[in-house]
């Protein structure tokens, strides 16, 4: 068996070893990513939709993440919470994914309805 980074070896009782490989991890150069994540997704369209330069996956959620209080920020935060909302995510979950409180989500997501972001405008 040839080594690989990042794989893992389960053993099945009946059949023998069975390798894992998680060549599918970012970074790792493998043939398929794995679906983004809704977090990574959510923050990458918000970053388009609000004119910024490109962000993707962990880049676009360090970005939406930031404390910044510059008004491009806080849409962008905003647009992002409120997706994950129409994404079924409660408010505290949102809040834990980006560092905030359950409260500031919910200010964000009514700030983006309040400014038409609701409609994916």
Do not use: N
Request: charge should be positive; hydrophobic fraction near 40%; proline fraction near 7%.
């Amino acid at each position: 068996m040839a080594e690989r980074s990042h794989a893992h070896v389960m053993k099945a009782p009946a059949t023998g070893p069975v390798e894992i490989i998680w060549t599918d991890l970012p970074g790792l150069g493998g043939a398929m990513a794995p679906p983004k994540g809704m977090l990574e997704q959510a923050a990458e369209d918000a970053v388009r939709a609000e004119g910024l330069p490109p962000e993707t996956g962990a880049a676009a959620v360090r970005l939406v993440r930031r404390r910044s209080q510059v008004p491009e920020m806080v849409r962008l935060r905003d647009r992002v919470c409120l997706t994950l909302r129409a994404e079924g995510w409660s408010y505290p979950r949102i809040g834990r994914a980006l560092g905030r409180d359950h409260s500031t989500v919910l200010a964000a997501c009514r700030r983006a309805e309040a400014r038409g972001i609701g409609d994916h405008g």
